[in-house]
């Protein structure tokens, strides 16, 4: 075999709210803050200006990681929906004041993960008659696809504080994994992607180690699988 094992090292999760009832990709988008006169966006504010205008909805409750030119990172949860086109969002009282030109992504990165395994499984119906005899026969009736996400919790996670509330309110969730790249041939290694339950979200606290949370989605209706292509 010439091709080196695939390393997992370099993977990322990304997770969104989706609105309700819509089970489409949510656009992803790089959001700029741009507070008046340069000055950063006060602690407490309930809304945040923006430097370009939202490109397609971003729903009520959805986290946001901003990061400014400092690496200093803050929080931000919206209390309405960001629609398409909007120039600023309005959020829950800022727990901290945000820098002028800091950045946040979205869809968001769930961060500190150890593992990001995905499960397929299809459903047998089987069948044994007396002409069978001791064979089974049958056919399979659905496919099932989940993924699974160890890790270590942090604070300012936007993406495990998205997924709290998509849980508590029975809301869905965009999830997408995307592995490195097999080789320098590629931009980026295998992605899969969909609509997704969030299906358990549990904390562990032990007396003698770090708070760890779990992530586990299963996905609905559908599970994009899209193999990597060569840049060139």
Aim: aromatic share 6%; with cysteine; hydrophobic share 40%.
């Amino acid at each position: 075999m010439t091709q080196a094992i695939q390393k997992s090292k370099g993977t990322k999760l990304y997770l969104a709210l989706l609105p309700v009832g819509v089970r489409v990709k949510p656009t992803e988008q790089t959001l700029t803050t741009s507070g008046a006169s340069n000055a950063a966006i006060a602690k407490a504010a309930t809304s945040i200006p923006l430097e370009t205008a939202v490109d397609g909805l971003i729903p009520k409750g959805q986290w946001l990681l901003f990061k400014d030119t400092d690496g200093v990172e803050r929080l931000a949860q919206l209390s309405a929906d960001a629609v398409d086109n909007a120039t600023s969002l309005a959020v829950y009282p800022l727990p901290e004041a945000i820098a002028d030109g800091a950045t946040a992504e979205f869809p968001v990165r769930i961060q500190a993960r150890s593992g990001a395994s995905v499960s397929r499984s299809a459903n047998l119906q089987s069948s044994i008659t007396f002409d069978s005899g001791s064979e089974r026969d049958g056919t399979t009736t659905s496919r099932e696809r989940g993924l699974s996400a160890a890790g270590n919790y942090l604070y300012y996670d936007a993406g495990l504080r998205t997924a709290e509330y998509a849980y508590e309110n029975d809301q869905e969730v965009w999830v997408k994994r995307v592995l490195p790249a097999p080789s320098s041939a590629y931009s980026v290694g295998k992605v899969t992607e969909g609509p997704a339950a969030v299906t358990s979200i549990p904390d562990e606290v032990p007396a003698d180690g770090f708070v760890s949370q779990s992530l586990e989605v299963a996905f609905l209706g559908y599970c994009n699988e899209i193999q990597p292509k060569p840049t060139t």
